[in-house]
């Protein structure tokens, strides 16, 4: 069974930082890209970060360009997301997800039960 | 705003058939990019209903089907079920933006 699990959410000040984790099991990690999504309270889904399978090259959502750095770490099958100048607009539950492309075109196979992450003074 | 535009919430009855619409542009649906859905109950994972417009991954009941036409799709639930009360999602990419987008989420609610 395919389990993905957060964790390192919390309540940080403006300008703090934060490290999500997540691990994986119940499938081969290492052959797979991963992304991070979050959902912002009362509002919808935002693609946050992704990395490819091997971890050499990753995307970042505008908004958190520069400030958000996702990396893995394939021999304890988990996917990290380092936070840092944490913002108001940044709080939500974050999820991690397994990605599945078929002929260009990905999605999100399976999820996390996610991790909050409150921005407040 | 979100770039794919849902309804907020729609209803029905236990064994009705609800559609819940996806409406997008020219630059990501009507580009010919695939449209997926995701089924989400707070506190819980969201899970993969539909992908590639049409399709089931195992274990989802065919009660839930996916189509898709020009600048928009659809997530038709027949037989409706008390359990089928939670949020829906649909999912694309967008060429102009070079991102994944989503709708902002429907709300079914099984009277």
């Known amino acids: 069974e395919v389990q993905l699990v957060e964790s390192g959410g919390g309540l940080v000040k403006p300008g703090g930082s934060l490290r999500l984790s997540c691990a994986a099991s119940g499938f081969t990690f290492s052959s797979y890209s991963m992304n991070w999504v979050r959902q912002p309270p009362g509002k919808g889904l935002e693609w946050v970060a992704s990395t490819i399978s091997s971890g050499s090259y990753t995307f970042y959502a505008d908004s958190v360009k520069g400030r958000f750095t996702i990396f893995r770490d394939n021999a304890k099958n988990s996917l990290y997301l380092q936070m840092n100048s944490l913002r108001a607009a940044d709080t939500a539950v974050y999820y991690c997800?397994?990605?599945?492309?078929?002929?260009?075109?990905?999605?999100?196979?399976?999820w996390g039960q996610g991790t909050l992450v409150t921005v407040s003074s | 705003q979100s770039v794919l535009t849902q309804p907020p919430s729609m209803s029905g009855a236990p064994g009705q058939r609800v559609t819940v619409s996806c409406t997008g542009s020219s630059s990501n649906i009507g580009a010919g990019y695939d449209v997926h859905w995701y089924q989400y109950l707070p506190g819980t994972a969201p899970k993969l209903l539909i992908y590639g417009d049409t399709n089931r991954p195992s274990g989802v009941p065919d009660r839930f089907s996916g189509s898709k036409s020009a600048t928009s799709a659809s997530l038709a639930i027949t037989g409706l079920q008390a359990e089928d009360e939670a949020e829906y999602y649909c999912q694309s990419y967008d060429r102009s933006l070079s991102v994944v987008v989503f709708g902002g989420g429907t709300k079914l609610t099984v009277l």
């Open positions: 997800a397994s990605e599945n492309c078929t002929i260009g075109d990905c999605f999100y196979d399976f």
